[in-house]
């Protein structure tokens, strides 16, 4: 299946450890890139590769892979990191790029 | 640093030709798939399809038979030409540059670069 999949929403406390995942078979020869959204912006790359962030993105968030799971983890979720997320990648047979869903992330 | 500026018509009728274009300032415009995605309202991202220096084209299927994306080297530009348009395809334009690379035995692609975003409304 050339299909990216996201809880539609998560929930965490400020201060807490959350996990968002994102499901899918290209995941198993794709790493998994993650952006941010914020209402009426461009998304912004939080995290790329095996576990790398650009410039400017606070190390609270990591990434990780398993099997045909990518998960986006921020240690200590702040105010500012309520968004919707995207994970993205490839379809390896197709060359076909990839989103999620998207999960709406909101910090209580 | 990395700019793309996107400019193109935001209202069409129904059956209308969209037309976008997305200039690219600094970096190598050779190197790297140049892409355009939308974000209908409310909803998530959608790949449309992207395109390398040289033309090398790549496109959804879904909507494949009415898109075409096209690169003007000389002035670090790519277009976006989406034919038959109609309310579906209301969204939120946008250009953004695609990287790619291979470590560990994966392989990554990623979009760190992106365009402002045009909403582009479709109504009669």
């Known amino acids: 299946s050339s299909e990216l999949t996201q809880d539609p929403a998560v929930s965490v406390a400020l201060g807490q450890t959350v996990r968002i995942t994102c499901q899918g078979d290209?995941?198993?020869?794709?790493?998994a890139s993650w952006y941010q959204q914020k209402p009426g912006q461009a998304p912004v790359l939080v995290i790329y590769g095996k576990n790398n962030r650009p410039s400017g993105i606070p190390d609270r968030f990591s990434g990780s892979t398993s099997g045909n799971t990518a998960s986006l983890t921020i240690t200590g979720a702040q105010a500012e990191d309520e968004a919707d997320y995207y994970c993205?990648?490839?379809?390896?047979?197709?060359?076909?790029?990839?989103f999620g869903g998207g999960t709406k992330l909101t910090v209580l | 640093q990395v700019q793309l500026q996107q400019w193109g018509a935001g209202l069409l009728k129904p059956s209308e030709t969209l037309s976008l274009t997305c200039a690219v300032y600094g970096g190598s415009f050779s190197d790297h798939y140049w892409t355009w995605i939308r974000q209908p309202p409310g909803k998530g991202l959608e790949w449309i399809g992207e395109i390398n220096h040289i033309g090398s084209t790549t496109y959804n299927p879904s909507l494949k038979s009415r898109v075409s994306i096209s690169v003007d080297t000389s002035k670090n530009q790519f277009s976006l030409k989406l034919r038959s348009m109609t309310a579906a395809d209301t969204a939120v334009y946008f250009c953004?540059?695609?990287?790619?690379?291979?470590?560990?035995?994966?392989?990554?692609?990623?979009?760190?670069?992106w365009g402002q975003g045009i909403l582009v409304t479709v109504s009669s």
């Open positions: 290209s995941l198993r020869s794709y790493y």
């Open positions: 953004a540059r695609r990287e790619y690379n291979f470590w560990s035995g994966y392989y990554a692609i990623y979009f760190e670069y």
């Open positions: 993205n990648s490839r379809d390896s047979s197709t060359n076909h790029v990839l």
